[in-house]
């Protein structure tokens, strides 16, 4: 499965449009910035809710709260200076490595198998990224980190991020 994500240009609130392999819409990210961080929320195209990101920006990191059906399912902290990141995920044990800064890493469980890997590619629209996603079932959690980490290092204006599972 191929999914592909594409910054918005226009409106702040649509900051990101998913769409699958046949180039149809598939989820929206929706942002809303608060005095404490942004809250971003990825819904489909008849408004079902998918997961809710809650961003808080702290002294020296950004924190990303995920949840998944009203649980909170995944903490993401990451120093901006530095991009050391944190990952914490409820009932796994994931952590992030390769080149944070480039945005080519992996996102990998317990045995240090990929559960997903995030490469930029190039093209004639600018950026893009893909997303290989070894386990279907945890697409939304995935995407939700990948739009994490695309928001904590935007790549600018229209580009596109590519997910396979």
């Known amino acids: 499965m191929k999914l592909m994500i594409r910054q918005s240009k226009g409106d702040y609130q649509e900051r990101f449009l998913v769409f699958n392999e ?5 989820y929206c990210v929706l942002g809303m910035r608060r005095n404490t961080g942004e809250l971003l929320k990825i819904q489909d195209g008849e408004g079902r809710m998918f997961s809710t990101i809650r961003q808080r920006n702290f002294f020296f990191l950004t924190g990303y709260s995920i949840e998944i059906s009203q649980i909170r399912s995944a903490t993401l902290l990451q120093n901006p200076v530095t991009l ?5 995920v409820r009932n796994a044990n994931w952590s992030i490595r390769g ?3 480039e945005k080519d890493f992996e996102v990998v469980g317990e045995n240090q198998e990929a559960v997903m890997i995030h490469t930029r590619k190039w093209d004639r629209r600018g950026d893009w990224y893909e997303l290989q996603l070894l386990y279907p079932e945890s697409e939304i959690l995935c995407l939700a980190i990948a739009i994490c980490m695309d928001s904590v290092l935007p790549v600018g204006e229209g ?3 590519a997910i396979n599972s």
């Open 22 to 26: 046949k180039g149809e819409p598939k």
């Open 84 to 88: 050391h990141t944190l990952l914490k």
């Open 99 to 101: 080149n944070i800064r």
């Open 159 to 161: 580009s596109i991020v």
